[in-house]
């Protein structure tokens, strides 16, 4: 099946800062890649995804790349906030079987 | 148009007691998937459903846990016998089907701890 690595574990950026999070997935099959914020005691949600049909996509501070030769994804925030402050999964959709696989997510602190 | 509702949001039991746990996907979508977050640590798949289906339970311990999706109602996720190592975040997404995978919206989660 599907295995789905995610680093750093853990990041810490100054405030305006860029922080990047990088996946690497096995199943040449995947082609949806989504990445959830969760902030402490609260729900994943989806903040940005890309299908792999694209390379790139981006929404304001936040883009995302995807390489699918190497089979890896990264996801970029830049002018980095304290309200970044969150742990941010990554995850593969298999084409095969229908559910997603996440990584094990990075806690991203945001210093002021 | 609400969104994805877990209830209840907090459960204690006992060594020994079952554990029911209900999802309402947002209007609309036929799709659910349960996963299993434990402390500090990411989302585990446990089990997709469509209406009265099971599609794959392939992250699901073959023992004590059980999930329905039924015709009318929520999905349940059914712990029989929970033991300590069953305490854990559990969320459950729903997701509309157009013939393409689409985003899944999550639920509040139901944070069981077992005593």
């Known amino acids: 099946g599907e295995n789905v690595e995610q680093h750093p574990s853990t990041l810490s950026v100054q405030e305006g800062d860029s922080a990047v999070i990088k996946c690497t997935y096995s199943d040449s099959a995947s082609n949806y890649f989504p990445w959830y914020k969760q902030e402490l005691g609260k729900r994943p949600q989806l903040i940005i995804d890309?299908?792999?049909?694209?390379g790139e996509k981006k929404d304001q501070r936040i883009a995302v790349t995807l390489n699918k030769t190497a089979k890896h994804f990264s996801l970029h925030i830049t002018e980095t906030q304290p309200e970044d402050s969150a742990v941010y999964f990554c995850a593969a959709f298999g084409g095969s079987n229908y559910k997603l696989t996440f990584g094990k997510g990075t806690l991203l602190t945001v210093n002021p | 148009n609400a969104g994805v509702m877990q209830n209840p949001r907090h459960l204690v039991r006992r060594r020994g007691q079952e554990a029911r746990l209900r999802c309402s996907p947002m209007k609309g979508h036929s799709h659910v998937y349960w996963y299993r977050q434990l402390p500090e640590e990411g989302l585990k798949f446990m089990v997709y459903?469509?209406?009265?289906?099971?599609?794959?339970e392939s992250g699901m311990p073959k023992e004590r846990f059980s999930a329905e999706f039924p015709k009318e109602g929520p999905s349940i996720l059914r712990i029989q016998q929970v033991v300590r190592g069953d305490s854990a975040a559990y969320f459950c997404?729903?997701?509309?089907?157009?013939?393409?995978?689409?985003?899944?919206?999550f639920g509040p989660g139901t944070r069981l701890t077992v005593l």
């Open positions: 459903l469509q209406k009265e289906n099971i599609i794959d």
């Open positions: 890309i299908r792999s049909n694209v």
């Open positions: 997404a729903s997701s509309p089907w157009d013939g393409t995978y689409n985003e899944q919206f």
